[in-house]
């Protein structure tokens, strides 16, 4: 074989290798977290995502070019739930980003100066530029809300098509129930209690009094009122 040949082998084989490499060196590894406890499970990327807190029972997890925020309504034990609120409103912010389809997930694309005006993000520190592709995710079986934000949209739809949703948290049909007919017998004992008054004939009830006690009302108001000033009655 000529020296030409072995040259341009070897110029194919480093491009071969070089490529190799390159794909190496740009793709995403992922590892699996829970986003509830024992439940719902999402891809991240590995050895770059760290959990930056709860913020008022919504969680944050970021990475070198994205953000993920959960938010589980029955995990929120508190009785007014406030981040449900801020996750709501956070999901309003990215909504009015521009609206695509990819690879059947709807995706909002938005400036990082917008995604980081949001009130939530104030607890981790980012540095974040240029454009955010954000695909909200929402389960009404596990009650789980999920927002995913990532410059690098593959990145961001490969997450979305990870998610697995299971559901730990116990129906709370009975307990609403509960409350509803709590609630209702509340009302219909206040019901009853102003039918009651409204309905009791007072005059009645004085003379009544009036004949047990053989006192007269009317003149013990008046003598009262000598020294009182009048009464409201």
Known sequence: MDNKKIIIISIIILIIAAGVILVMLTSVN???IDITPNGTSIDVPANQTKYGGNFENAKIWNWNNG?????NSHEDQNIIKVSEFGFNTLNDIIK????Q???GFTCYVIN?????????????KVNYNGK???I???NETTHDNIIICCNDKDIAVHMAKSVQYKNVYPDTTSFDNTISTVENITEDLQSKANDYANNTNLTEIKSTVEEKTGVNLDDAK?????YTGKLPF
């Open 112 to 124: 990082a100066d917008e995604l980081l005006e949001i009130h939530i993000f104030d607890i981790i």
């Open 30 to 32: 992922y590892e699996r």
């Open 222 to 226: 008046t003598e009262i009122e000598q």
């Open 101 to 103: 389809n990819i690879d």
């Open 96 to 99: 009015n980003g521009e609206k």
């Open 132 to 134: 955010f592709y954000c």
């Open 67 to 71: 953000i993920l925020v959960t938010y």
């Open 136 to 138: 909200p995710l929402a």
